[in-house]
């Protein structure tokens, strides 16, 4: 009587349900490397050296912990490449008279998995993934009937639930749930950035790493140099250096970019989190702990947490209330392509060249960037928002559809309607300069707004409001954009949207192949 406990690449977790309550001598481990897992998506060629070599390495954790592991290398002979294929046959292999497995992240994972039982033949028992801090039944419950699902109240009911920042007497630490408005600073001069923790690779990450620029050297990005976390080991070094190194200015400046500085004060623990090697509340622990200690101020240590158990964990939540519709979500009838420069960072405008050209080297760039300037641009140029979409779950390490496509497809393409975020997020370059230190030496005038060197963000915000009036005029968050529109005289109006249409035209859309691929085109 065998149990066969298929472990995903983002379930690398000893405290994973599958592996509880289970006789190791009888059960085997089943892990797979497998294309159709690193090319669904053409990945960052970081992002999948990471998986693999985290994968690798928790392994042989396990079998250092006495489980039997069958381990299926990419390269491997009879490797099937598919989830359900090689769980197919690891069954037969092992003879399994069960299957038990914790449901997949994802929405595609989890419809293979509904299908296992009747691919092998052998009872499959699909456990939730209670390494979140809000089951998905609770964020349903809490979901039903509400005119608004936004995160800030959600927030406020995790905070609750976990008891995180909240006083003896059930109040938000300080009087308030959210310091957001301390937290928009922009760095002086001088300032010494710390960096993130660096681990060099060993033997088994040089090894993935080695298969991965032989096998996927056509996908984007940087391959080395390689110093992420890979092991469990490593996350909590990360976390340490984290909390004594950068919380205590990472609130002020979390929403600053300056070119060079591809961390300022953030990690890369997202990484750690969604691959499982560290937990949500054990960060947030962590950080409270630095606060409690007199270590990290309270707005620097409510903005992480907030993150973790606000943005996080909704997301998550959006993403299985809404899907499978959420992913073919285009309220604003998006239909341009991606700008090739997505890919090649080869654009006179610095902010975006500077934000992709990190993304080419790191597969990381933070929220910011993210929001604020890739997004931003995307939003404001009208670009397909599953393009969109997909570029976001290519080119990031902490990329996975749960929390990137809620990230896109709502909060920053707006292309859900409003499920997630009251307004839009767009800007013109006036934020950009605000924020960050890309304007000064930009090819493109940030004062200029409209005509030949003028910065392309001024023209197309206005463009973009212009596009939608009719959905957004009574919108009160927008109200005074529309205002400040309406009193432009109309021969103004018209040279923004000549200027914008002029921009838009000249943009070259990228060639196919980048994101997804045909499966006529894929060679194993």
């Not at 490797?79 to 595609?108: D, M, Q």
């Not at 970019?257 to 054990?282: I, R, T």
Request: with cysteine; glycine share 8%; net charge negative.
């Amino acid at each position: 009587m065998t149990t066969l406990i298929p472990v995903l690449g983002d379930q690398l977790s000893h405290t994973l349900a599958s592996l509880r309550d289970v006789d190791r001598g009888d059960a085997v481990v089943v892990m797979m490397e497998v294309w159709d897992e690193a090319t669904y998506v053409r990945h960052h060629k970081k992002k999948i050296a990471l998986i693999f070599a985290a994968m690798r390495h928790f392994a042989e954790e396990l079998r250092g912990q006495g489980w039997t592991v069958d381990y299926v290398a990419l390269d491997a002979d009879g490797n099937t490449h598919s989830f359900t294929g090689e769980v197919a046959r690891a069954a037969t292999r092992h003879r399994a008279s069960a299957i038990r497995v914790v449901a997949g992240g994802e929405y595609r994972v989890r419809q293979a998995q509904d299908a296992w039982a009747a691919e092998t033949g052998v009872p499959v028992e699909i456990l939730e993934d209670d390494r979140f801090v809000c089951p998905l039944p609770d964020f349903y419950a809490w979901a039903q009937g509400r005119r608004e699902l936004r995160m800030e109240f959600f927030y406020r009911d995790m905070r609750r639930r976990t008891g995180l920042l909240m006083t003896a007497d059930g109040q938000p630490e300080g009087g308030k749930w959210n310091y957001d408005h301390d937290n928009r600073d922009t760095p002086p001069r001088g300032v010494n950035y710390p960096a993130p923790e660096r681990f060099a690779p060993d033997d088994v990450t040089r090894e993935v790493l080695a298969l991965v620029g032989r096998r996927f050297a056509a996908h984007f990005g940087d391959l080395e140099p390689f110093a992420l976390p890979v092991t469990r080991a490593q996350a909590l070094a990360a976390l340490d250096h984290f909390v004594a190194a950068a919380l205590p200015d990472f609130g002020r400046y979390q929403d600053a970019m300056v070119a060079g500085q591809d961390y300022l004060f953030h990690s890369s623990l997202s990484l750690c989190l969604n691959l499982g090697l560290l937990g949500a509340l054990e960060v947030c622990e962590a950080a409270v702990a630095a606060y409690d200690r007199g270590d990290a101020p309270l707005n620097a240590v409510e903005g992480f947490v907030r993150q973790i158990i606000g943005w996080r964990e909704y997301m998550r939540g959006m993403y299985w209330w809404d899907m499978p519709a959420f992913a073919q979500r285009n309220a604003l009838k998006a239909v341009r392509p991606l700008p090739d420069f997505y890919w090649t960072g080869d654009t006179d405008m610095r902010c975006l060249a500077e934000s992709v050209g990190q993304t080419k080297r790191e597969a990381y760039a933070h929220h910011i960037q993210r929001l604020m300037v890739l997004g931003n641009f995307a939003l404001l140029a009208g670009v397909d928002p599953a393009q969109v979409s997909d570029w976001f779950l290519v080119v990031y390490f902490d990329a996975y559809e749960w929390v990137e496509l809620p990230n896109v497809v709502g909060m920053s393409q707006f292309a859900d309607g409003g499920m997630i975020a009251s307004k839009p997020y767009v800007s013109s370059g006036a934020y950009i300069d605000r924020m960050s230190d890309y304007c000064g030496r930009c090819a493109y005038d940030v004062k200029k707004k409209t005509g030949a060197g003028a910065c392309p963000f001024n023209a197309l915000y206005w463009d973009f409001l212009a596009r939608h009036e009719r959905r957004f005029a009574g919108n009160p968050r927008m109200r005074n954009m529309y205002a400040t529109w309406g009193r432009f005289p109309p021969e103004k109006q018209a040279e923004y949207r000549a200027s914008a249409a002029a921009f838009l035209d000249a943009l070259v859309p990228a060639g196919e192949g980048w994101a997804r691929q045909s499966p006529a085109a894929v060679a194993r």
